[in-house]
């Protein structure tokens, strides 16, 4: 079966990448940059070189969706480049093709706070797409680059489904009737994302999931069901989000990256600093199998499950990436 | 006939491509930069992606032999970046692959002064290849990156060939033996370069002819001739070295940079400051044909003058870029 993930921010290690050997993750969606200049991203870019070249046994650069295929054959784990914020473009249109070129496939309009894009969804008001990011989707439209909402606001995800000629994702965040918080998804949203082709990806973040470490696979599954009879099984997939192995120094500097001067905890508290401990089910790479499992026992078929773990990434990254 | 101009740096039009069109020229070795932070560089390449897009019924950019291939059976020029300055990968050893992966096929090791990694033409003393010099060497030899020493002191030349393991060129330089200056290269130089395979572009700056403008077709192919005798037809090529249409802010920028305080002249002098005028038989590029002439009337056959008018360049590329 194919196993694709949607989104993940592990501090990259031969460890995680033998889990993903483990796991079966036939590819994934890694996240270059929370807050770096076009500068900093190639610093990103040439650390994943170096990556590359040490574990070439496990792992391999994805820029096609035959990449990935081949990916699977070869026994590796491609690996797609995306941002999570549109820093690394600055205010340089250009700069979309020259990071396309580079191997980024996915970049988010937003990361929470308002962008030079759009609005986050962490912001009180929300202005919807911007003058400079109608240029950015055209852009990124024309080049193949998808845009990706799961850190956007609502009014800015309806405006980029809107604007954008070419299918979006929502590469990681869960629907809100499942679980109430800022980074969930509306019906509305995910009815309108999949009715103009798009893809939401399901999120195993704890604070993502409706009992946070103790929701059950069952749980998560039934909300995977429920979904599906919304929108149909073609809509969605996988976005982990893991954060496998990273310091809570990484996390702060998610949340505050250089624009805050107090802490801000994000979908934490003061009280609740840390990462979240993951759900006994989706510990690590290795763990994607469950997933498998428990798709099956909620009631999908053969057919539904892998369109599920990476099916549908797979046909929508052939039809993105060109 | 397949012509390749090993160096170039015009002041980019669609009249400029209409030239190259009208020229026969299947690719050129465009400069992109000669004093350029990393991302400064970023914004070059997105300027040139702008070329690519307006101008694609002419131009395409040329990232493997067999781009250039097929430029010419479709009827375009092939654009091969490079770097006259390896100024763009700063203090970074993976900005080599990050820049090949953006297309950028040759560096020169230094533009006349002394840089992070070897010693230009210009400098009284050369100290040879540095430490970050031998590791670049090393990651361009991997990845593929040619390397150029055109404005390389001689010391440092004499080094880079002995410590590359694939053949280097010298992309636009002409023989000391024919005209004395700083940017020429001695027998021994010339000699050894074709001893390791490598490729030496004849260039057409008048500054490096030995009347100037005054030369005469004849004279410059006698040279072309002479070296032939010397080191074989097989290790020579074009390097015209064309600015075509450039002001006279851009010549004191690649004299000056942003490291002169007082102006510095270069090849020229305070009474002769400006661009050298052309040879008349060679002002633009739709005048590679006069080349063809020259060299058929020197002496050289059929197949010789196709070989020095591109064939060298594309079999070097062929083994160069993999």
């Known amino acids: 079966m194919i196993t694709i993930d949607g989104t993940q921010y592990s501090k990259w290690s031969r ?10 993750v036939t590819a994934v969606h890694v996240t270059l940059v929370y807050h770096a200049s076009a500068r900093e991203t190639l610093t990103i870019i040439g650390a994943w070189h170096r990556l590359f070249e040490a574990h070439g046994d496990l792992i391999m650069p994805v820029f096609t969706a035959a990449d990935i295929r081949h ?3 070869v026994g590796k784990t491609g690996i797609i480049f995306g941002f999570q914020n549109p820093s690394p473009i600055e205010d340089e249109l250009a700069l979309v093709e020259v990071f396309y070129q580079l191997g980024v496939r996915f970049m988010q309009l937003t990361y929470n706070n308002q962008s030079l894009l759009a609005t986050g969804c962490y912001e009180s ?5 911007t003058r400079y990011g109608r240029q950015v989707i055209a852009e990124m439209n024309r080049v193949g680059m998808v845009i990706d909402m799961s850190h956007s606001a609502e009014k800015s995800t309806l405006e980029a489904i809107e604007i954008s000629e070419r299918p979006i994702v929502i590469s990681h965040a869960n629907p809100l009737f499942w679980h109430d918080s800022l980074r969930g998804k509306s019906d509305v949203v995910i009815k309108t994302l999949a009715e103009a082709g798009g893809l939401l990806g399901f999120s195993l973040y704890p604070f993502h999931l409706r009992q946070h470490s103790a929701t059950t696979l069952a749980d998560f599954c ?14 969605i997939g996988i976005g982990s989000d ?3 192995d990273q310091p809570l120094s990484i996390l702060e500097w ?8 107090t802490m801000d905890y994000g979908e934490g508290s003061a009280a609740n600093a840390t990462w979240p401990e993951q759900p006994d089910w989706f510990q690590s790479n290795a763990d994607f199998p469950n997933l498998i ?14 369109q599920i773990m990476g099916g549908n990434w797979l046909r929508f990254c052939e039809e993105a990436w060109v």
Chains 1, 2 share one sequence.
């Open 125 to 129: 008001a929300d202005s919807g797409i």
């Open 71 to 73: 990916a699977h054959e």
């Open 293 to 306: 499992v428990g798709l099956r026992e909620i009631g999908f078929d053969e057919d539904e499950v892998a």
């Open 254 to 261: 998610m949340r505050n990256g250089r624009w805050s001067k």
């Open 242 to 244: 893991l954060c496998q």
């Open 15 to 24: 460890p995680i990448f033998e889990q993903m050997r483990a796991g079966g």
């Open 222 to 235: 039934g909300m995977v069901a429920k979904t599906a009879d919304m929108i149909g099984v073609q809509n």
